[in-house]
């Protein structure tokens, strides 16, 4: 396989994130309505990505998927629907891993695909919220990765 490249993101970086997270939370999340998506679309774009520390993964030059962090919170980590299950986000996490010893994330309930693939890459469960961070009613699982 081709080593990829992480780099941090740079401001002109964020439209082309933008049009990837869309295109994953279609392909990945169908609990959510179109309005829903726009609602969190324009959060995305008006402050959260603003708020992480944002690494993006590009392959043969392309960005593929990217990672936003608080300190050793994943606060979000998109691959693009074209690129998903090819081991990018696993390598995306495995930057993280090299960082800190122990990690945090929340997930979508109605996402069990995500709650999976976190889970194969050592994350458990370690609580549940009602509501996601925007108080919608989008139940949390809180996980937590420990390194041995």
Same mark, same amino acid.
């Given at each position: 396989?081709?080593?990829?490249? $992480?780099?941090?993101?740079? #401001? !002109?970086?964020?439209?082309?994130? @933008? =049009?990837?997270?869309?295109?994953? +939370? ?10 829903? $998506?726009?609602?969190?679309? #324009? !959060?995305?774009?008006?402050?959260? @990505? =603003?708020?992480?520390?944002?690494? +993006? ?92």
């Amino acid at each position: 396989m081709l080593q990829n490249k $992480i780099r941090q993101a740079v #401001q !002109g970086d964020h439209p082309i994130l @933008l =049009a990837l997270w869309q295109h994953s +939370v279609k392909a990945t999340h169908s609990f959510l309505t179109e309005q829903d $998506i726009e609602k969190l679309y #324009q !959060g995305l774009k008006n402050e959260w @990505l =603003a708020q992480v520390e944002l690494w +993006v993964l590009l392959a043969q030059d392309e960005i593929v998927g990217f990672i936003g962090l608080n300190d050793n919170n994943v606060e979000m980590l998109f691959i693009d629907d074209k690129h998903q299950g090819n081991g990018y986000g696993k390598q995306l996490l495995n930057f993280v891993k090299q960082r800190y010893l122990q990690i945090y994330l929340d997930v979508n309930e109605q996402n069990p695909h995500a709650l999976r693939f976190y889970q194969k890459q050592g994350f458990e469960i370690v609580g549940r919220s009602e509501l996601d961070g925007q108080g919608n009613p989008f139940p949390l699982l809180h996980l937590a990765y420990q390194a041995t």
